[in-house]
């Protein structure tokens, strides 16, 4: 079956510093691979996507996430992290062969100043 | 172009009744899905509709139940509504059914007392 796992509930950094927020995911072929954030009271933004190529995405907002196929894995990760970057952030799968997308639980992000 | 637009933005209904919630999706996209969220649960796939048919259900009960118009227009209608379905009910839009990413709308947030 078809799962995401986002091991951390929540994320403290400094501003300033590197962030990393972990999404690990089980499918049984190809994955799609996105990261989402969430404002409070608001939808979801797309910030990046993994269908196939490069390992290393670039996205939105300065974000980027690195696909490791061995580990199962698609971290996101932003070299230096601002406190506009507080917010909620939920990482999807898709099997190639289905249309359904699959979400993490989500991480909440803290960026104090 | 205009986003995705979730009408109405809040509601409060109580026990027994039915609530319809709408989205019009970016001018374009035929595909809409439809998600509910909750803490505890995150986000949970309730249906997507494409070109007017209904091809990928979630695992909700029949109280829940959607349609796609033929300018892409979705509605959602849930019956007999219960305490657990207070949620926000988000919407998103996508014009290759999901492989380019989706794009959502900010929400209906669904009280019921």
């Known amino acids: 079956a078809q799962s995401v796992a986002q091991p951390e509930d929540q994320v403290n950094v400094a501003e300033g510093n590197p962030l990393t927020v972990k999404c690990t995911y089980s499918v049984s072929g190809n994955p799609y691979l996105f990261w989402y954030v969430q404002y409070p009271n608001r939808g979801l933004q797309f910030l990046l996507k993994?269908?196939?190529?490069d390992n290393l995405v670039k996205g939105s907002y300065g974000f980027e996430a690195e696909f490791n196929k061995s580990q199962t894995s698609f971290h996101l990760k932003k070299p230096s992290a601002l406190v506009s970057d507080s917010a909620l952030y939920f990482c999807?799968?898709?099997?190639?062969?289905?249309?359904?997308?699959?979400w993490g639980l989500g991480t909440s992000l803290a960026v104090n100043p | 172009k205009a986003g995705v637009t979730q009408t109405p933005r809040y509601l409060i209904k109580t026990r027994g009744q039915q609530v319809t919630l709408s989205c019009s999706p970016i001018s374009g996209h035929r595909s809409v899905s439809w998600y509910q969220q909750t803490p505890g649960q995150g986000l949970q796939f309730l249906f997507e509709?494409?070109?007017?048919?209904?091809?990928n259900k979630g695992n909700f009960p029949g109280r829940f139940s959607g349609r796609q118009f033929s300018n892409s227009r979705s509605e959602m209608n849930v019956s007999t509504l219960e305490l657990g379905d207070s949620a926000l009910y988000l919407c998103a839009s996508s014009s290759t059914g999901g492989s380019d990413g989706y794009t959502f709308g900010s929400g209906t947030r669904l009280t019921v007392v």
């Open positions: 509709y494409f070109s007017e048919t209904q091809r």
């Open positions: 993994y269908i196939t190529g």
């Open positions: 999807a799968v898709r099997d190639i062969g289905d249309r359904k997308l699959i």
